[in-house]
């Protein structure tokens, strides 16, 4: 199951660290385990079709479980210079690849990064 509206806010230039929690279920009540997945990528893109602006995964570090990921909970770790060049909105999403290989996207969402006013 797709846990979607997974939307946050920052600004261009500054490090973020967005939390999720991915669910089994439609009702978002019972938390997928993550623990023993191989792979985990959160891709974010301006638009469908669109070159990806922002790749992010598990095994480079830019993916860490919250806890120890059997409460389904991950944070995407974007850097200061990650999010510099960036403007506008992007929808992104999370793929897990699990220990047999498959592959299943379990989170969609919107990041809308600002750009910072004047001092």
Avoid at 3 to 30: H, R
Avoid at 70 to 95: C, E, M, R
Avoid at 109 to 114: E, F, N, P, T
Wanted: with cysteine; hydrophobic share 35%.
């Amino acid at each position: 199951m797709t846990t979607s509206n997974q939307d946050f806010t920052s600004y261009a230039g500054m490090a973020v660290y967005p939390q999720f929690t991915i669910y089994s279920d439609a009702a978002n009540t019972i938390p997928l385990d993550l623990s023993t997945s191989t792979e985990i990528e959160c891709t974010f893109y301006k638009d469908i079709g669109v070159a990806a602006a922002l790749i992010k995964k598990k095994s480079t570090g830019g993916i860490s479980f919250v806890n120890t990921g059997t409460d389904g909970q991950i944070k995407v770790n974007i850097s200061n210079s990650d999010s510099a060049p960036l403007d506008g909105w992007y929808f992104h999403s999370a793929v897990v690849t699990d220990f047999s290989g498959n592959k299943a996207t379990v989170e969609v969402g919107r990041w809308a990064v600002l750009q910072p006013g004047p001092l």
